[in-house]
């Protein structure tokens, strides 16, 4: 079975500290667009953040980091590992951060059809453009992770992917990149006007 997490643990300097989690776009927070998104393909669902999220939460299990002084989206995938490892049958984790709102309805599937084999990192990449914090991890893992956090040498999602062996998985162009991340108050109105094209 595939888990999911959602990566909401950012600092969202660029978004003027707000918690970006719960920004809205066309009415609804980010966190709740990714949720629905990602909930219908997975068998279990966490979110990952150091914020209480209360209410906002659903519902769903809550998963702080448990590297202290290591914030970034590799602390975050540590613990969606160390999450999923007590839920029988779950054998691969797939991530993605809350600021992605446009998410594939095929993004689990493709990523779990397109591996060499089951031990090996798959990684999304849409326009030649890899996004290593949407991806799909065996769960086998949290250990190198773990020992690769304690190290400290860098906190990078893509170097640690390279050390333990991963494929891109190429998703199809479409009007807007799927994977297009909210980072700044003018990619939330690129988000908007694209939300307000579609209908």
Request: hydrophobic share 50%; charged share 20%.
């Amino acid at each position: 079975m595939i888990a999911g997490v959602i990566l909401a643990g950012g600092r969202s300097s660029r978004m003027g500290g707000r918690d970006k989690a719960l920004i809205e776009l066309g009415g609804q927070s980010l966190l709740d667009r990714l949720r629905a998104r990602l909930s219908s393909q997975v068998g279990a669902l966490a979110i990952n953040t150091n914020a209480e999220l209360g209410a906002a939460a659903h519902g769903h299990d809550v998963v702080p980091d448990r590297f202290a002084g290591l914030p970034g989206p590799l602390a975050g995938i540590h613990a969606g590992l160390a999450w999923a490892e007590s839920i029988p049958g779950v054998t691969h984790v797939a991530t993605a951060s809350v600021d992605t709102p446009f998410l594939p309805a095929d993004f689990v599937a493709r990523l779990a059809s397109a591996r060499a084999d089951g031990s090996t990192v798959a990684v999304a990449r849409s326009e030649g453009r890899l996004h290593p914090t949407c991806a799909l991890w065996p769960v086998a893992l949290r250990v190198r992770l773990e020992a690769f956090l304690a190290e400290g040498a860098t906190g990078k999602v893509l170097a640690f992917a390279e050390e333990v062996g991963y494929i891109a998985v190429d998703f199809p162009a479409m009007s807007f990149d799927p994977f297009f991340n909210i980072n700044t108050p003018e990619d939330l109105a690129k988000a908007t006007a694209f939300l307000e094209a579609r209908h």
